[in-house]
């Protein structure tokens, strides 16, 4: 089956085409401010690339961070209302309190506070009130806001009442979009409630974003379906995206690791991303990006849901470097590259330029870096290698060497032999890597959830097929599939040998 | 000396008080945003000296009982805490004139600040543990031969539950299987004091202690700095002697739970070294081995704390891969007596083995 993955980035936009596993083409095109003329750009140099034979692809893949920006750049985001089913519990502690003033101004509407919700062993804290839910619905009907955000205590354990809340609102007020907080995030009622707030507020945009998609697909002349990746490193179609794009958040990390996955042959190792500014770590786990355990802060949010594990360090191809004393970034001179760089007859020292200097790329003219002497290099190798080195210690999850795969358009910053690696695995297409990692375009299911009387067997034997029916359910074959994670955490001070247990599984696309 | 809480305080306590509970307590989060919503709504908090407290009254023991992970959803409501603390005023021989904490370590450090807000009782600068441990009955009070009657024990939804006659040990397993009903998660309210058994028993001045701990690991700038400025303060301030024991990287984590307590190990070793330290956990840090030689053991507060930020970190926030140092805090007095370690020492926890105190041996 053949499919096209698109990476929108802030610089690049890439796409590349895939047959199965192989690539059969990929090119590499500049962002443009409208999102449909640079996907059509993309399309079309893709096209010119690889043939009419593009136009057979079954599926469009975009990876975006549409979604990321908007909140970190408090723009384009709309009013969200507040439902939390917890009295007599929680009230203390409403929605939207640990918000940046600004961000909370542009986006909170009215918070209701209901009684509803469970306790650790599943009972209910309070029965859910049904007229009082009508009431509420009636009144944010009334508010003319266009989202709601609806959580309760402990509904990763049991979501019943919030979707008892949100049938009450698909009746009474059709036209407000709702996001439930057991839909998309883990234990930790705040995090969780944060993230169905935040999805709540891209709703706008994640419909118009969307439009714009397929409109360029259809103005390419493709008729693909279109699917958005998202943060685990698998895809949902556009459909479900728009109910969920926070889901979408880290997609720029995830696909680069996907595709280096896919491009190395390999299924486990680390994976170092060097862009243009920055470099992303992450750990590929059974082909996969591995999960953050913890709260993540997006534009000052504190979110707990599904996010990859990522370290972000300063050193990127345009990352400035000063002589006297020597000093690697932390600036960038970015996506003006191309006019900065020594090696281009810019002025400005990069890490591309030092790289040339050492012979370790050969980029635009080496005559601009020929003054760069032996100690500098020694000093930038030096530096380089400590980073790499301390940040690839850090994301490990147990001792001994193991294989990094360099990708990104700076992977030749990377030092072949570094401390506590095996290998540095060098791949074609690794420029391309996140559009790759797209177009793989894998569907998952996750079930994070509290089991309590159950032995351990049982408990995982039904959190895998509760995985497996969502999988199946968001487009996934179901011979496909395979289990990609499993965590079991037994819980402290709670009887009944209560554990909570995270699966996912993921498999191919199902042929419509 | 007394002092009204304020908003500068609030970040400072935290940290404090996650390092003071020698890697367990739980989480410190939500009483940070409740206190700062309340301070900002007005609310005084008053802490005072223990010194400054009126003969005919009573102190009582305040704080949560059952599972952190509960309180991360069940978010505090503060009405248990009122309800709590007017029944257990119903029942005292006397005016009830403040609060103390139960336990410094963690979030039940801060809870009865919290408490404090709601009720208009000042908060006494102490607590009965000088850090964290996983009993309610750990507590110097019940060392000392006080009783934990009345115990109070409320929930969010209205319970209240006085526990009238038993003894402290039974008080405590009833007060468990209370606090597993409510939810796996109970306020309590224990231990009446009268001001010269605070005085004698208490581990004194330990929010203060917090909030020195907190400002002197997060204002200055740099690892040395922050470490220096916080041995310095120790000393200085308290004559608290502080060690940074190890400093490495996770090496190893191993955890599993029994008898209701997430129990494991933790391994750091140096970078391309053979050296490296075991610090063995029940939710708390309790025990520190390094080459198979006992170097700190409870009731000193073991704390691991990001290399960098020297931020403490909990048990259950230990991964492999981090680079982090290993403090040593030596355990106040109120520990250190024969019948304090007989139920806090090593041997309480099953080694056998006697306290070895920071700074005795090196």
């Known amino acids: 089956m053949m499919r096209i993955g698109l990476d929108v980035g802030g610089t690049n936009t890439d796409a590349a085409l895939l047959d199965g596993t192989r690539v059969v083409a990929a090119v590499k095109t500049p962002t443009t401010a409208d999102a449909t003329t640079g996907i059509c750009n993309a399309l079309a140099a893709l096209v010119e690339r690889a043939g009419p034979e593009t136009r057979s692809a079954r599926a469009v893949v975009i990876g975006t961070t549409h979604f990321v920006n908007a909140v970190v750049e408090r723009e384009r985001l709309n009013r969200v209302a507040a439902v939390r089913l917890c009295l007599p519990a929680s009230s203390s502690i409403p929605p939207f309190i640990d918000w940046p003033d600004d961000l909370r101004n542009e986006v909170r509407a009215d918070v209701h506070l209901l009684p509803g919700g469970y306790e650790v062993d599943g009972r209910e804290i309070a029965p859910f009130d049904k007229a009082a839910m009508e009431d509420v619905a009636r009144r944010i009907a009334d508010s003319g806001v266009p989202a709601a955000a609806i959580s309760g205590v402990f509904s990763p354990l049991r979501s019943d009442h919030e979707r008892a809340a949100a049938e009450i609102m698909e009746r009474l007020c059709p036209q407000v979009r709702v996001s439930l907080s057991s839909d998309l995030g883990r234990t930790g009622l705040l995090e969780r409630e944060n993230v169905a707030l935040l999805n709540a507020s891209l709703f706008e945009l994640a419909r118009t974003t969307i439009t714009a998609f397929r409109a360029a697909i259809a103005q390419s002349g493709l008729a693909a379906e279109l699917f958005l990746t998202q943060n685990d490193g698998t895809v949902m179609p556009a459909e479900l995206a728009e109910q969920a794009p926070v889901l979408c958040f880290s997609s720029g990390p995830t696909n680069s690791m996907r595709g280096a996955a896919l491009l190395s042959g390999r299924s486990d190792g680390m994976v170092i991303d060097v862009g243009g500014t920055t470099s992303d770590i992450g750990m590929l786990v059974n082909g996969f990006p591995r999960e953050a355990n913890g709260v993540v802060e997006v534009g000052g949010v504190r979110t707990l849901f599904r996010m990859p594990d990522i370290l972000c360090l300063g050193l990127g191809g345009g990352t400035r470097i000063r002589t006297d004393p020597f000093r690697l970034g932390p600036d960038s001179v970015g996506y003006r590259l191309t006019s900065d760089a020594r090696v281009f007859g810019g002025r400005q020292l990069t890490a591309t330029d030092m790289a040339v200097a050492a012979g370790r790329a050969r980029i635009g003219d080496a005559v601009g870096v020929a003054d760069i002497g032996g100690a500098l290099l020694s000093a930038f190798d030096g530096t380089v290698r400590s980073m790499l080195e301390d940040g690839i210690e850090s994301m490990k999850t147990r001792a001994g060497d193991l294989p990094v795969i360099a990708v990104g358009g700076g992977a030749f910053l990377i030092p072949e032999d570094l401390a506590g690696v095996s290998e540095v695995v060098f791949v074609e297409h690794h420029d391309v890597a996140n559009a790759v990692g797209a177009a793989m375009a894998q569907i998952c299911g996750e079930v994070d959830r509290v089991f309590t009387d159950m032995t351990r067997e049982a408990a995982l034997a039904a959190a895998t097929e509760e995985a497996r029916d969502r999988a199946v359910a968001a487009g996934a074959c179901a011979q496909s599939l395979k289990t990609v994670d499993v965590e079991d955490l037994p819980l402290a001070y709670m009887p009944g040998g209560a554990r909570r247990l995270r699966v996912r599984v993921a498999g191919e696309l199902a042929d419509a | ?362």
Not at chain 2, 111 to 129: E, R
Not at chain 2, 233 to 245: F, H, N, P, S
Request: with cysteine; net charge negative; proline share 5%.
């Open chain 2, 1 to 362: 000396m007394s002092w009204l809480l304020s908003q500068a305080d609030i970040a400072p306590i935290a940290r404090g008080c996650t390092m003071l509970g020698s890697g367990g307590g739980g989480d410190t989060y939500c009483a940070v945003i409740l206190l700062s919503a309340l301070l900002a709504e007005g609310h005084r908090i008053p802490i005072i000296d223990a010194d400054t407290l009126d003969d005919d009254g009573f102190t009582v023991n305040v704080g949560y009982m059952g599972a952190p992970v509960v309180l991360s959803e069940k978010l505090f409501e503060g009405s248990e805490m009122v309800a709590a603390i007017d029944a257990m005023r119903g029942r005292l021989k006397g005016p009830l004139r403040a609060l103390i904490s139960a336990e410094i370590g963690g979030m039940n450090g801060m809870v009865p600040l919290i408490a404090s807000a709601l009720t208009g009782l000042p908060v006494v600068d102490g607590d009965g543990m000088g850090r964290a441990f996983p009993r309610a009955d750990h507590v110097t009070f019940a060392f000392n031969g006080v009783s934990c009657l009345p115990t109070v024990l409320t929930s969010e939804a209205g319970d209240v539950v006085t526990i009238e006659r038993a003894s402290n040990a039974r008080a405590e397993d009833i007060g468990r299987a209370v606090a597993t009903l409510m939810g796996s998660m109970a306020f309590a309210v224990d231990y009446p004091l009268k001001a010269n058994e605070v005085r004698a028993y208490a581990v004194p001045g330990t929010l203060s202690l917090a909030r020195s701990i907190g400002r002197a690991i997060g204002e200055p700038a740099g690892a040395q700095a922050r470490l220096d400025a916080l041995t310095c303060t120790l000393r200085q301030e308290r004559d608290i002697t502080v060690a940074q024991i190890f400093a490495g990287r996770v090496s190893e984590c191993e955890r599993a739970t029994r008898e209701g307590f997430d129990r494991g190990h933790v391994e750091i070793r140096v970078a391309g070294g053979s050296r490296s330290l075991r610090i063995d956990f029940q939710n708390e840090f309790l025990m520190a081995f390094e080459g198979g030689s006992l170097v700190a053991s409870t009731p000193d507060i073991i704390a691991v704390v990001d290399a960098d930020t020297l931020a403490p970190l909990t048990s259950d926030a230990i991964r492999y891969g981090q680079n982090v140092r290993v403090l040593v805090i030596e355990a106040p007095a109120q520990l250190r007596t024969p019948v304090a370690l007989d139920r806090v020492g090593p041997r309480a926890f099953g080694y056998p083995c006697d306290y070895l105190p920071i700074g005795a041996g090196r």
